[in-house]
């Protein structure tokens, strides 16, 4: 009897330990992922909501297996080192950084930790410093610039004014995405007889002031994907708006904003990619393995209304062959 009450207590035993194994290995793991964005503009938006989207496709919803902490400097670039510390401290499985500032905080403030980094809407990371390598990028980071075709974009322009000779540009130098889009901008215009007019800010508040300081200067204003310049877009497109001076972008969301048009990746599609390498991730692939690319979708986007406010028109071979026609 006694044999048996033991061999009983023994399978009770077994049967409690399996159960729990069984509980155990039922529930999943939830992965803590921080984004941290630099200010609040529709291209960035669509970034991260096409991240999030593009997650809860490959598995990974909020309430089952992810959560998400997001925070937004609104430009500030204090506030933006806080975020990125305090991801690190909150000891997130991932960070997807979305813009250079916010990338670069995010780098600095992981040193040391194996915090897994993602960034989007980086212009260039090497230059930046983020990566060395886009083939093998190493370590825990890898991510999917926003490099735009800066060279179409002054053929774009030409192609609405023939005769252009000075196009204005409005950007802050202190951050390095726009400065290579800026040398990458005076070197082909100068191959084709434009002259660039800078006009450099510091702030969101300077930029009202410099791109008045183009007027009676220029023949266009140009803006390449500055986070300082696109912050304060609607004081920029007043401006052209009054003095009739045509506005182009690098990025295409700031067409329906009311530039005039651009050709560009679409934000919406690079956070689809990036939500696709996060799931690679999460099911073993190494960060570092993966290669830095630029978005997979390009879009020419035209704004018949915004230009018919700045004084042009929409040439019909630019209509016949943009992706999406915005303002009508």
Do not use: W
Not at 305 to 316: D, F, L, N
Request: net charge negative.
């Amino acid at each position: 009897m006694k044999k048996f009450n033991l061999v009983l207590c023994v399978l009770l035993v077994l049967i409690l330990a399996f159960s729990l194994l069984s509980v155990s290995c039922a529930k999943q793991k939830v992965y803590k992922i921080g984004i941290t964005q630099i200010v609040t503009h529709p291209a960035l938006d669509a970034l991260r909501d096409g991240f999030k989207e593009s997650l809860a496709a490959e598995g990974y919803e909020v309430g089952k297996n992810v959560e998400y902490i997001e925070q937004n400097a609104e430009g500030d670039m204090a506030t933006n080192s806080t975020i990125a510390q305090t991801l690190i401290s909150q000891k997130v499985n991932m960070i997807l950084g979305i813009s250079t500032p916010s990338t670069m905080a995010v780098v600095e403030a992981a040193k040391g930790t194996d915090t897994v980094i993602l960034f989007g809407a980086v212009t260039d990371p090497v230059a930046a410093g983020i990566i060395e390598n886009t083939e093998k990028p190493g370590g825990n980071i890898t991510g999917i610039n926003d490099m735009g075709p800066v060279d179409k974009h002054v053929d774009l322009i030409k192609e609405f004014m023939p005769d252009v000779k000075n196009i204005g540009t409005v950007y802050n130098a202190g951050e390095p995405n726009s400065v290579v889009q800026i040398n990458l901008l005076k070197d082909k215009a100068s191959s084709v007889g434009i002259n660039v007019v800078e006009a450099t800010v510091s702030t969101t508040a300077d930029v009202q002031a410099a791109t008045e300081s183009l007027v009676g200067k220029v023949d266009a204003i140009y803006i390449v994907t500055d986070n300082t310049a696109v912050a304060a877009f609607d004081a920029i497109i007043g401006i052209c708006e009054t003095n009739k001076i045509p506005l182009f972008a690098a990025d295409p969301s700031s067409v329906e904003t009311g530039a005039i048009a651009s050709i560009g990746p679409s934000y919406k599609g690079m956070g689809e990619d990036l939500g696709k390498i996060a799931a690679r991730i999460f099911k073993g692939e190494k960060p570092g393995d993966i290669p830095s690319t630029g978005g997979s979708i390009y879009e020419t986007v035209v704004n018949p209304k915004a230009a018919e406010r700045m004084g042009i028109s929409v040439p019909q071979a630019v209509l016949d062959r943009a992706d999406k026609v915005v303002g009508e």
